[in-house]
């Protein structure tokens, strides 16, 4: 490492480049930032098989975890997936297992934080903006960045039915984190907290009486640059359209099928809708397409490897994603990518992703509004070539502010402001 790089512990419990969603966020912004400062990584044992193929001489500490702690991690995962995923649930049981990861990552760093070994502490990992990192105890002189963070959202007033197919009573669960050891004290003394949503920052803002200059605006969600692809050309005979994510209430393909039966049929015959994802409500979604005499217009994928997914991206030409509780959007991002408008819900993060030159954005008052407005927008768009083009094009360029390179240089020029600031 060149001698004028700063020093970075990065803890990131969730790093893994062959797992989706918050791990493969992780290891995505360790992959940018090793690049650009001396990173020493701690991170979950969890992760070593798939990082050390990717290592690279790169320094990687494993936090190792206890057998207790490994059964109760299998009897968490076996309580919680009965009749589908209880996410406030196994979040709330799951907090044993990552403080055990938090206690054993401060007895092995406390030491060299206090000897100002680093320049910076960059916490990542668990995203959800619930949890306690012990290691600021020993950041009296070493600068302390959280995040982003992203989380707490909750399900619009006109979904409570979908709310609670997806267990949100189990909410109430989330006022025990403020109790938790530390909790308030990581947010109170960051020296700065990145958010991952405007309802985040905004939540994270007022609970802790944050000022503006210690918490901001940082998105989550990044994209990589081989994914970023021209619009494919306007075809006039037909428009397919895409649905990329799990099948489960809160996501909306069940909207989405239902827009499509609300088309006049000089419409309906040129739409073809792709929905490429696998979960609960897959047979319920077959049996709607069936009974709305759909079947010649929709087809069902199941589940596919995330690297396949860019080939269904490619070849469509509108994105419907009208998932009401969506804290990121990085499946509007791999579609904006890919030169497709979006037709989202405008609801918490990926209403911030989607802008109106990219697509259009529905405001989740009702299942009926949305499903009135979601067979609007797709004929516009299928009667408007040109409205359609721009958006296209614009999409390809709002997705390039996401690409990972340039999310990790702005996160490593934020490192040196500060550093800056600290030392002043």
């Not at 991690?73 to 196994?90: E, H, I």
């Not at 105890?137 to 619009?156: E, H």
Request: glycine fraction near 6%.
């Amino acid at each position: 490492m060149k001698p004028n790089l700063l020093k970075v512990l990065f803890i990131i419990e969730q790093c893994n480049p062959e797992w989706a969603s918050v791990p493969l966020v992780g290891y995505n912004f360790y992959r940018g930032i090793r690049k650009r400062a001396d990173v020493t990584l701690v991170t979950h044992i969890r992760n070593k098989a798939a990082l050390e193929k990717v290592r690279n001489g790169h320094r990687i500490c494993y936090i190792e975890e206890s057998h207790r702690i490994r059964r109760y991690y299998r009897l968490v995962s076996k309580l919680t997936t009965r009749g589908g995923v209880n996410w406030p649930l196994q979040h709330a049981l799951s907090y044993p297992i990552y403080a055990e990861f938090n206690n054993r990552v401060f007895r092995k760093f406390k030491a060299r934080v206090l000897n100002q070994e680093f320049d910076l502490v960059h916490a990542l990992t668990p995203m959800l903006p619930r949890y306690p990192y012990k290691i600021i105890n020993a950041c009296k002189n070493t600068p302390f960045l959280l995040g982003p963070v992203n989380g707490g959202v909750p399900f619009p007033d006109g979904f409570k039915e979908v709310a609670k197919m997806e267990f949100a009573h189990f909410n109430f669960l989330r006022i025990f984190t403020r109790m938790l050891p530390g909790y308030a004290k990581t947010y109170k003394t960051a020296d700065r907290v990145l958010s991952g949503s405007t309802y985040t920052l905004n939540m994270l803002k007022n609970m802790f009486n944050l000022k503006a200059d210690r918490i901001e605006l940082f998105y989550e969600n990044g994209i990589e640059k081989d994914f970023i692809q021209k619009p494919r050309q306007i075809a006039k005979e037909s428009l397919d359209l895409l649905f990329v994510g799990r099948l489960v209430p809160y996501k909306g393909a069940d909207m989405v099928i239902e827009a499509l039966g609300r088309l006049p049929d000089a419409v309906l015959k040129h739409i073809r809708l792709t929905i490429v994802g696998d979960g609960s409500e897959r047979n319920a979604l077959e049996r709607q397409t069936l009974k709305l005499g759909l079947n010649d217009h929709i087809r069902f994928t199941g589940w596919i490897e995330q690297k396949e997914t860019a080939d269904f991206y490619k070849n469509s030409d509108l994105f419907c994603f009208p998932s009401v509780r969506e804290f990121g959007g990085a499946v509007a991002l791999e579609a904006m990518a890919c030169g497709l408008p979006c037709i989202v819900a405008d609801h918490a993060g990926i209403g911030e992703y989607v802008t109106s030159e990219t697509g259009f954005k529905i405001k989740p008052e009702s299942k009926e509004f949305v499903i009135q407005k979601l067979s609007e927008k797709i004929q516009i768009l299928f009667n408007d070539d040109p409205l359609r083009l721009k958006m296209a094009k614009k999409a390809v360029e709002r997705a390039m502010e996401f690409e990972w390179e340039r999310k990790a240089e702005k996160m490593t020029e934020l490192y040196d402001s500060i550093v800056t600031v600290k030392r002043v």
